[in-house]
């Protein structure tokens, strides 16, 4: 009898000594995985902030560049006579970079144009602006930008500056109207040689000037 309950309490004591040592073992494999994630964590977490060191200094280098093209710009005009002081222009795009937008060429449109006819279909004059997505704007948007264009425009007449027609445009005028519509509206910037935002001159210039500027309600400096 004696020796039975020696060799169960040989036994008990093996299983809890297994028992522990599973436990001590899970416990210690538990903690190297909480160690890793966070040293890992921790290394993540230093590549981050590097980063957003790198854009922060990236994005005042750029500020400073476009405070000192701008004084270039302005010292330009003046230096010009040109009243009016023309922000920078945007970068031109890539075609390669957009491969779902439509009509990069005037040329694009023109076919597209000449395809609708002979299927008898009418298609808006300003259908040509649309998105990355290849996407016609919307009502709204062209309403905006036409309004922004005739506020452009009101500036170049009360500085006499307002050319009869557009392709009588001067250089100036032209280039402070140009740079100031890309910039507020970038889907005009999709295409070739600027030629959207200088077609959206080219169709609503002459309600203006037969709107507007023919009532007498602008004043010239």
């Known amino acids: 009898m004696q020796a039975g309950n020696e060799a169960y309490m040989h036994l008990f004591t093996k299983k809890l000594q297994l028992e522990v040592e599973t436990k001590v073992e899970s416990a210690s494999k538990e903690c190297v995985f909480h160690f890793s994630t966070a040293y890992m964590l921790k290394i993540y977490l230093s590549r ?7 854009v922060i200094r990236e994005l005042t280098q750029n500020r400073s560049s476009y405070r000192e093209v ?6 330009e005009s003046e230096s010009s006579g040109f009243p009016l002081i023309s922000p920078p222009a945007p970068p031109l795009l890539d075609e390669e970079d957009y491969p779902h937008t439509r ?17 008898g279909k009418s298609i808006g004059k300003l259908g040509f602006i649309c998105d990355e997505d290849g996407n016609t704007v919307s009502k709204d948007r ?18 006499r500056y307002d050319p009869d027609t557009w392709r009588c445009v001067t250089m100036c005028a032209d280039e402070y109207y140009t740079n100031n519509m890309c910039i507020a509206f970038p889907e ?3 295409c070739a040689d600027n030629w959207k935002v200088q077609a959206l ?13 023919s009532t007498g309600r602008l004043t010239r400096t």
């Open 201 to 213: 001159a080219t169709i609503r210039y002459p309600d203006w000037t037969n709107g507007l500027r």
């Open 188 to 190: 005009l910037s999709l």
């Open 48 to 54: 981050l902030i590097n980063e957003l060191q790198t």
């Open 142 to 159: 062209i309403k905006k930008m036409t309004e922004t264009a005739k506020r452009l425009w009101s500036d170049l007449y009360r500085h």
């Open 103 to 119: 009509f990069w060429t005037v040329q694009e449109w023109q076919r597209f144009l000449n395809d609708q006819m002979d299927y």
């Open 70 to 75: 701008n004084q270039d710009v302005k010292a």
